[in-house]
Nanobody, 122 residues
Framework: QVQIVESGGGLVQPGGSLRLSCAASGISLRNYAVGWFRQAPGKEREGILCISNSDGPPYYTDSAEGRFTLSRDVSKNTVYLQLTQLKPEDTAVYYC???????????????WGQGTQVTVAA
């Protein structure tokens, strides 16, 4: 069974940081593109960052570039998303997903986690 599990969300003040984890079982994330998505209250889910299975430079949306950093720990089969300089508008459920293709298209991602809540508020 393939499982993707996100963790590390929580409540943080504006300007603060969080480190999200995306741990997989049943597949090796090293062989997949990994994307992070988020869904804010009342809004559509959006892609924010993705990285290829070759660990080249990741693709960032404008909202993520300069503030969010993705890394991969092959030995732990885990991908991390470091969130810094967080803003209230970053409040959302953050999802990790894996794809056989390097893509920003949400509908092409095959495996999804359950999401982890990030709340940015004073």
């Amino acid at each position: 069974q393939v499982q993707i599990v996100e963790s590390g969300g929580g409540l943080v003040q504006p300007g603060g940081s969080l480190r999200l984890s995306c741990a997989a079982s049943g597949i090796s994330l090293r062989n997949y593109a990994v994307g992070w998505f988020r869904q804010a209250p009342g809004k559509e889910r959006e892609g924010i960052l993705c990285i290829s299975n070759s660990d080249g430079p990741p693709y960032y949306t404008d909202s993520a570039e300069g503030r969010f950093t993705l890394s991969r720990d092959v030995s732990k089969n885990t991908v991390y998303l470091q969130l810094t300089q967080l803003k209230p508008e970053d409040t959302a459920v953050y999802y990790c997903a894996a794809s056989s293709l390097y893509t920003v298209r949400e509908d092409l991602y095959e495996y999804w986690g359950q999401g982890t809540q990030v709340t940015v508020a004073a």
